[in-house]
């Protein structure tokens, strides 16, 4: 009777400490903001219209694009200008996968539906575009070293379509 009772916690304490090698690689999965600060740094809650401003290059899917930001003297934003910027499906027929244009940007703060910082963008140049008929809505993610702007898509895996400043 002894030994049927050893057996069975020995079989108990493998079941268990299986169940747990199993487990452990689940805590280490990345959450949405360990994804992003992982390849890119920290999701900014907000950033000032001066340490935006600058030029960024594409990564990723994001090869071969770039977009400039420069400030204005007041307010939170100022002009951009892109370079193989990807077009929507609206436009698509008449510019191509890409364009290169120009127009504004502001920076807005996390809020309390929306807890991240990000750069709205409105495209003025090659024509007026309807609003959400390209990408016009970039996160921030930043750390000491570096900033990057990137279109927050699938919160689980490091974005895609990222803009580091150069």
């Given at each position: 009777?002894?030994?049927?009772?050893?057996a069975g916690r020995r079989a108990r304490l493998l079941t268990a400490a299986t169940v747990l090698s199993l487990l452990s690689p689940l805590a280490s999965c990345s959450s949405a903001s360990t994804a992003v600060e992982a390849c890119m740094g920290k999701q900014a809650v907000s950033a000032t219209t001066g340490e935006l401003e600058g030029t960024?290059?594409?990564e990723?899917?994001?090869k071969g694009v770039k977009i400039t930001l420069k400030a204005s003297d007041t307010g939170t934003g100022g002009t951009l200008t892109v370079r193989n910027w990807?077009?929507?499906s609206w436009y698509k027929s008449e510019l191509g996968a890409t364009f290169d244009g120009s127009g504004t940007w502001d920076v807005l703060s996390g809020t309390g539906s929306d807890e991240?910082?990000?750069?709205?963008l409105s495209f003025t140049e090659p024509?007026?575009?309807?609003?959400?008929d390209t990408l016009d809505s970039l996160s921030i993610a930043k750390d000491s070293e570096r900033m990057y702007l990137y279109e927050d898509d699938d919160p689980d895996v490091c974005p895609t379509f990222r803009l580091r400043r150069t």
């Amino acid at each position: 009777m002894t030994r049927v009772r050893v057996a069975g916690r020995r079989a108990r304490l493998l079941t268990a400490a299986t169940v747990l090698s199993l487990l452990s690689p689940l805590a280490s999965c990345s959450s949405a903001s360990t994804a992003v600060e992982a390849c890119m740094g920290k999701q900014a809650v907000s950033a000032t219209t001066g340490e935006l401003e600058g030029t960024y290059t594409g990564e990723a899917h994001a090869k071969g694009v770039k977009i400039t930001l420069k400030a204005s003297d007041t307010g939170t934003g100022g002009t951009l200008t892109v370079r193989n910027w990807p077009t929507g499906s609206w436009y698509k027929s008449e510019l191509g996968a890409t364009f290169d244009g120009s127009g504004t940007w502001d920076v807005l703060s996390g809020t309390g539906s929306d807890e991240y910082g990000h750069v709205q963008l409105s495209f003025t140049e090659p024509e007026r575009f309807l609003q959400d008929d390209t990408l016009d809505s970039l996160s921030i993610a930043k750390d000491s070293e570096r900033m990057y702007l990137y279109e927050d898509d699938d919160p689980d895996v490091c974005p895609t379509f990222r803009l580091r400043r150069t």
